[in-house]
């Protein structure tokens, strides 16, 4: 880390003109700067900067130095802007998992209005009832019911769930009404499965 600030401290010494500058901008003493740079020099054996009382210039090596490093820098700062983008506008895929009913009816038709919100992402439904391995399976978002397992994932409640026994009043003259679904006889119990998939 401290050879980066030698690095630095003479990159914005030679850009801004002045230890003076170059302290300003980070933020620290001109001495501490002063310091920074000869550290530099004496770490290369060889000067890169020549010092007067009002003025700097480089030395051959200098120039050498600095054409190197300041490109260097100036990745880095590009590097940093693309990942502060990325941070303030979605882009990519977004993969998404839910069960298949839940996701026909809730989740399908709000995905285009979202990607009218985020025109450079493009999102990938996949709507089934099995059990889906997220991490493994490459998944960013999955809308679950139930109780989470895994706790190294990170879960938001979106909504609850309730259950009701339905059933037409002349089947409950001919059968006790079941306080629970395990309380139904086999024969009542109706169960769908069902897989299906979608992107867009």
């Known amino acids: 880390m401290q050879r980066w600030d030698r690095i630095e ?8 003109g002045t230890f003076a500058a170059a302290a300003r901008h ?5 001495s501490h700067v002063s310091r920074l740079v000869s550290q530099l020099e004496n770490q290369l054996g060889t000067t890169l900067l020549y ?21 260097l820098f100036d990745g880095f700062r590009e590097a940093e802007a693309a990942i502060n983008d990325l941070e303030a506008l979605p882009r990519g895929v977004l993969k998404l998992t839910s069960a298949t009913t839940f996701g026909e009816r809730f989740i399908a ?3 285009n ?16 009832n099995r059990q889906v391995d997220i991490i493994d399976e490459g998944y960013d978002i999955a809308i679950r019911m139930g109780t989470l397992k895994d706790s190294t994932l990170i879960a938001r409640r979106l909504c609850e769930r309730h259950e009701y026994v339905v059933g037409s009043p002349d089947y409950f003259t001919r059968r006790p009404s ?6 139904s006889p086999a024969t009542a119990v109706w169960s769908a499965h069902g897989t299906t998939g979608a992107s867009m």
């Open 9 to 16: 401290a003479f990159i914005e010494v030679v850009r801004l």
């Open 26 to 30: 980070l933020k620290v003493s001109n």
């Open 51 to 71: 010092r007067t009382t009002r003025q700097i210039h480089l030395t051959d090596a200098g120039a050498l130095y600095y054409e190197h490093c300041r490109h």
């Open 109 to 111: 038709p709000l995905v």
């Open 113 to 128: 209005d979202f990607l009218k919100l985020h025109p450079q992402l493009h999102v990938r439904m996949h709507f089934t």
């Open 178 to 183: 079941p306080i629970a679904c395990r309380n």
